[in-house]
């Protein structure tokens, strides 16, 4: 007799199909993850050039997944992320001008310049954040879905976190009550193979099943190629399915991996050059997507420099902008935040 298999076994190897992309799709996917890599090869150079200081976490190498991720959301669906959030907010529909600015720490930034690279929002795109607290926007997410529940919206929340966070507390703290209260959330774990400095091996139980890391409380989980967007997408659908249904929490562990450092000071001594050059060439998210177009008869290299040049130049027009911007005002100190005074 066959084995039944639970959705919660379910691994990449017995996950259905991928489902192709139309021509449309493809082309959406290389425009969304072009920005998120340009806007990104800028913000290093900003970086280097003294325009952005403080911590400055690069999302590039994992852009699949936001994409994906956001491909397959409605837009009212609640998003809440990690410090590694540039990507995030760009997708989230914020003026790559705001995002520009707030990591340059300008007036006109996304959270007035007051935020930096990690406290990213963007409340339009039902973004909320950008949390600096390894782990922290778990329950925060979950805190979302709650509300999504409550005033039974028909809204879903999709909480990214790192693999490192993966391994903290409040994460299963998250998980238990999202399962018996049947929350509409989508937790996604992006693997990117290394925490600061961490090979996931060296730090997690069990490295290779992180979409089990539920199975305790009984809500089902996906391993997915977070290289390939269009597995992204597919998975994130089956996923805010499951929980738009009301039937609780779905994991999705996103294998995916960053070419950067963890940050702009990290020396990456716990990896070779070989090991991040062979997942360039070999997986790379935006590469596989210019490929598949190219060959399938639906671009020409002209149309895919047309795209490439097109973000660019929107890219540029942000860092113009992000550098010639005003510092906030001192007055600004003192708003936007919580303050007690005597008495
Ligand atoms: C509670 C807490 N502990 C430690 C840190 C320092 N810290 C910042 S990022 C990080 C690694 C997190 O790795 P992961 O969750 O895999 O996310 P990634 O950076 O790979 O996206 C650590 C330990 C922190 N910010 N917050």
């Known amino acids: 007799m066959a084995r039944k298999t639970t959705a919660a076994k379910r691994t990449r190897r017995n996950a ?4 192709e992309f139309d021509r449309d799709q493809e082309f959406e996917a290389l425009r969304t993850m072009l920005l998120v890599r340009r806007f990104e090869e ?29 491909m397959a959301r409605r837009p009212t669906d609640d998003v809440i992320t990690s410090y590694r959030c540039h990507g995030h907010v760009l997708v989230s529909g914020a003026d790559p001008k705001a995002v520009m600015a707030e990591l340059t720490g300008r007036v006109h930034g996304v959270s007035k310049g007051k935020g930096g690279s990690m406290h990213m929002f963007h ?28 005033m039974e919206d ?18 299963y703290e998250s998980f ?30 069990k490295p290779e099943e992180l979409y089990m890391r539920g199975a305790a409380f009984g809500i089902p989980g996906e391993q997915v190629d977070g290289m390939d967007v269009r597995a992204v997408k597919a998975a994130g659908e089956r996923a805010l399915e499951h929980v ?37 060439q070999e997986h790379d998210p935006i590469e596989q997507v210019k490929s598949r177009l190219l060959e399938k008869g639906w671009a020409e290299e002209a149309d895919l420099k047309a795209v490439d040049a097109e973000v660019r130049k929107i890219v540029s027009e942000a860092a113009d902008f992000a550098t010639a ?19």
Not at 16 to 19: C, L, T
Not at 42 to 66: D, N, P, R, S, T
Not at 249 to 264: A, K
Request: hydrophobic letters at 40%; a neutral charge; aromatic letters at 12%.
């Open 244 to 280: 738009r249904a009301g039937k609780g929490p779905y994991i999705l562990e996103m294998q995916t991996y960053r070419y950067r450092g963890h940050s702009m000071s990290d020396p990456a001594k716990y990896r070779t050059r070989e090991e991040v050059q062979k997942m360039r």
């Open 123 to 150: 409340v339009d795109g039902h973004f909320w954040g950008g949390h600096g607290i390894v782990g922290a926007q778990v329950p925060l997410g979950t805190g979302l879905a709650f509300a999504n529940r409550y």
């Open 16 to 19: 259905p199909p991928i489902a």
């Open 154 to 171: 028909g809204q879903a929340t999709l909480a990214f976190f790192g693999e490192g966070a993966a391994n903290q507390g409040q994460v």
């Open 176 to 205: 238990n009550m999202a399962a018996i209260w049947k929350l509409p959330i989508v937790y996604i774990i992006e693997n990117n193979r290394y925490a600061m400095g961490t090979a996931v091996t060296r730090s997690a139980a």
């Open 42 to 70: 800028k913000a290093g150079q900003l970086y280097g050039m003294g325009y952005i200081g403080g911590f400055c976490h690069l999302y590039i190498g994992q852009e699949a997944v936001v994409t994906g991720m956001f």
């Open 325 to 343: 911007d005003a510092e906030p005002p001192a007055e600004e100190l003192w708003t936007d935040i919580y303050a007690r005074g005597e008495g």
